[in-house]
């Protein structure tokens, strides 16, 4: 008990010294459960909500500093975090990365915009391109890491130039040709850079249009998709093969292990039905590589990512 309430201690005295020296907010032992899609996890020793970028700019050094590992969380949609929590720092993207607006090629929007969000202002500015992120959850920023997509398009089509903050503090900008983007990963993935902004190459186009196929491509996933809490494609595909359908042949709808539950929806989907913890999520995880390796031969490599020791 003495040695929980030190840490406590040093933990909110580390959370104010970070505070004081980059502006931004931060909190010790923040729950995760209440930031992420899966509704699953426990604390980060540290949870830090930076404004802009003039406090990304001190917060980025000052956690070089600190000696402790940190990593940037948007909306938590593909997150699976440990029950014991993250012994780190978190970060999220504040307001000052939500701005939005339209250039010459396309639109410009800041890291933590919401993808729906992007999709909304491509109709309004009758800007065709994006349509294939409709219903996609998540954040601008994340998205460029995992080089998110859907219907056989991914972000890396539609951009223009993504700008990040590297672990010094300092700005860098980046065409798309130099990230190396590849099937949901680029090579800004483990860098340590921050992406703050980026901007899309999109045509012009009829609202009308855009808006009806925009709402098409959200109805057939909400259609084919579970909406229960999950952080969406468990696995990704194979070379060759669509996950799902693997999973599916191996009699993976319905797999249970306490509160997490293989979708009856889509295979590929795992749902926290109520009480779930990481270690439930996990066990299926590793039951469903099992599985279909046994039968076809093919490790599934999980598109979900993991968050302290899970």
């Known amino acids: 008990m003495k040695q929980t309430m030190e840490m406590e201690r040093h933990l909110s005295e580390l959370a104010g010294q970070l505070e004081g020296e980059t502006g931004c907010s931060v909190w010790a032992l923040e729950p995760l459960a209440a930031h992420t899609s899966f509704r699953i996890g426990g604390p980060a020793d540290l949870f830090a909500v930076v404004p802009g970028e003039k406090e990304l700019s001190r917060l ?19 997150l699976l975090v440990a029950d014991d929590g993250y012994r780190g720092v978190v970060v999220r993207l504040g307001v000052g990365f939500r701005q939005l607006s339209r250039t010459a090629r396309g639109l410009a929007a800041g890291a933590a915009v919401p993808l729906p969000a992007l999709t ?4 309004d500015a009758e800007l065709t391109g994006c349509e294939f992120l409709s219903g996609i959850p998540g954040t601008v920023g994340g998205a460029v890491v995992m080089n998110a997509g859907a219907w056989g398009a991914s972000l890396s089509d539609i951009l223009a130039g993504v700008t990040t903050f590297r672990p010094d503090g300092t700005e860098a900008a980046y065409t798309p040709s130099e990230l190396g983007f590849g099937y949901r990963t680029c090579l800004l993935a483990g860098s340590g850079e921050v992406v703050t902004r980026v901007e899309t190459a ?6 009308e249009s855009i808006r009806h196929r925009t709402a098409e ?19 990704k595909n194979p070379p060759g093969a669509k996950a799902g359908q693997l999973l599916e042949a191996v009699g993976a709808k319905g797999l249970r292990r306490g509160g997490a539950e293989v979708s009856r929806v889509h295979a590929n989907f795992i749902v926290n039905t109520g009480g779930a913890t990481a270690a439930d999520v996990a066990w299926l995880i590793k039951e469903l590589q099992r599985r279909v390796e046994e039968r076809f031969g093919t490790r599934l490599e999980p598109e979900v990512k993991f968050l302290g020791e899970v």
């Open 60 to 78: 980025l050094p000052a956690l070089g500093q600190l000696g402790r590992p940190w990593v940037v969380v948007g909306n938590g949609t593909n």
């Open 120 to 123: 909304r202002a491509a109709v």
């Open 202 to 207: 999109l045509r012009p186009g009829e609202r």
């Open 217 to 235: 491509l959200l109805a057939a996933r909400r259609r084919t998709q579970p909406q229960g809490p999950s952080a969406g494609s468990v696995f």
